[in-house]
T-cell receptor, first 116, second 113 residues
């Protein structure tokens, strides 16, 4: 298995531009997570999908952030308009959660976003 | 407030020595997980210990859990330069599943050859 695949690995953009980050979870996993990592705040959960349905988006910072999961093999995280404080590494992770038991999270390599 | 907090923030040792990292948390948990992150890479799951377990081993890793003290430790024995990475604990609170997993800020381990 190729693991969780994220794109792009690096993105540099200017303030006000739209940013779209993409994630392909591991086949067969039923849960997908978007995290943001910064030096100041560490790893923060932004949103969690189960069976393609958003379950908890309380971590999404504001309306400029949106996430979709149109099918089991693809998810996007969009920031519109982007701001310099959005600069961070964004991770996608997937997991197989069955019977309420916690599964380990499998992380992608991350998308490093720099907003100038 | 943040659930898991690692201690120390940074640790530098010589190859062959043991490395011990600690994690403290505030509320009751279902389980605690440890992850490793190499520089510029994603997190990799190392080990999961459930609240009813006290110790778990995996290769050169030994994890302990003391629920009365709300703390866990990760021991890496006979460290190697390749163990250089940041190590994170993540706690799943009693009320909630994986979506409630909370990560600490990590311990940065440097193993000098």
């Amino acid at each position: 298995d190729a693991g969780v695949i994220q794109s792009p690995r690096h993105e540099v953009t200017e303030m006000g531009q739209e940013v779209t980050l993409r994630c392909k979870p591991i086949s067969g996993h039923n849960s997908l997570f978007w995290y943001r990592q910064t030096m100041m705040r560490g790893l923060e959960l932004l949103i969690y999908f189960n069976n393609n349905v958003p379950i908890d988006d309380s971590g999404m910072p504001e309306d400029r952030f949106s996430a979709k999961m149109p099918n089991a093999s693809f998810s996007t995280l969009k920031i519109q308009p982007s701001e310099p404080r959005d600069s961070a590494v964004y991770f996608c992770a997937s997991s197989l959660i069955a019977g309420g038991d916690t599964g380990e999270l499998f992380f992608g390599e991350g998308s490093r976003l720099t907003v100038l | 407030s943040q659930q898991g907090e690692e201690d120390p923030q940074a640790l530098s040792i010589q190859e062959g020595e043991n490395a011990t990292m600690n994690c403290s948390y505030k509320t009751s948990i279902n389980n605690l997980q440890w992850y490793r992150q190499n520089s510029g890479r994603g997190l990799v799951h190392l080990i999961l210990i459930r609240s009813n377990e006290r110790e778990k081993h995996s290769g050169r890793l030994r994890v302990t859990l003391d629920t009365s003290k709300k703390s866990s430790s990760l021991l890496i024995t006979a460290s190697r330069a390749a163990d250089t990475a940041s190590y994170f604990c993540a706690t799943e609170p009693l009320q909630g599943g994986s979506e409630k997993l909370v990560f600490g800020k990590g311990t940065k381990l440097t193993v000098n050859p």
